[in-house]
T-cell receptor, first 115, second 113 residues
Framework: DQQVKQNSPSLSVQEGRISILNCDYTNSMFDYFLWYKKYPAEGPTFLISISSIKDKNEDGRFTVFLNKSAKHLSLHIVPSQPGDSAVYFCAASEAGGTSYGKLTFGQGTILTVHP | KAGVTQTPRYLIKTRGQQVTLSCSPISGHRSVSWYQQTPGQGLQFLFEYFSETQRNKGNFPGRFSGRQFSNSRSEMNVSTLELGDSALYLC????????????FGPGTRLTVL
């Protein structure tokens, strides 16, 4: 039962263009969402997050959009740079005592940005 | 501020052995979570510790255990290793409240032969 899904295993984008990474979730108890970037042989690096009370959060070149009714979120990277090439994970957490410290991750999307 | 550190970075064990992995969180962080990453299952939550108490546990067998010390450092132990335990084991720390981002260490790559 995969509660967080990233349906695109890979995405290829030209440098300078927009990268859009998508994520769907099924658990309506999720109320906080995060994006992480991961390079080989390193741990995931936190990028940006969004609470369910918002529908958009921006940080520099990164913007996350949340559509609660569709249970869908997306990460936009503008402009894309070759250094953005990595695996991107979407993650979600529930509020409440039974969910302490637990993030539920998607399977990841490999982003390749071509010069 | 130093990041999350994990030791050792690489480990090779044989079936039936046990292993202990260590994690030192970011200074001031009191919550440590552990995850297992495999190609087939992705990143899966093992357990979380806060102030030396396990507050949450994922769906892993009892062979997987952990503990946290008074300085917030954490260890996880896997007993009676199986081939399927080969994975990247990641720990992450956070200050402990509900909506804090988790910061990950580089992981320990465990290979079971």
């Amino acid at each position: 039962d995969q509660q967080v899904k990233q349906n695109s295993p890979s995405l290829s984008v030209q440098e300078g263009r927009i990268s859009i990474l998508n994520c769907d979730y099924t658990n309506s108890m999720f109320d906080y969402f995060l994006w992480y970037k991961k390079y080989p042989a390193e741990g995931p690096t936190f990028l940006i997050s969004i609470s369910s009370i918002k529908d958009k959060n921006e940080d520099g070149r990164f913007t996350v959009f949340l559509n609660k009714s569709a249970k869908h979120l997306s990460l936009h990277i503008v402009p894309s740079q070759p250094g953005d090439s990595a695996v991107y994970f979407c993650a979600a957490s529930e509020a409440g005592g039974t969910s302490y410290g637990k993030l539920t991750f998607g399977q990841g999307t490999i982003l390749t940005v071509h010069p | 501020k130093a990041g999350v550190t994990q030791t050792p970075r690489y480990l090779i064990k044989t079936r039936g052995q046990q292993v202990t992995l260590s994690c030192s969180p970011i200074s001031g962080h009191r919550s440590v979570s552990w995850y297992q990453q495999t190609p087939g299952q992705g990143l899966q939550f093992l357990f979380e510790y806060f102030s030396e108490t396990q507050r949450n546990k994922g769906n892993f067998p009892g062979r997987f255990s952990g503990r946290q010390f008074s300085n917030s450092r954490s260890e996880m132990n896997v007993s009676t290793l199986e081939l399927g335990d080969s994975a990247l084991y990641l720990c992450a720390s956070t200050a402990g409240s509900s909506y804090n981002e988790q910061f990950f260490g580089p992981g320990t790559r465990l290979t079971v032969l």
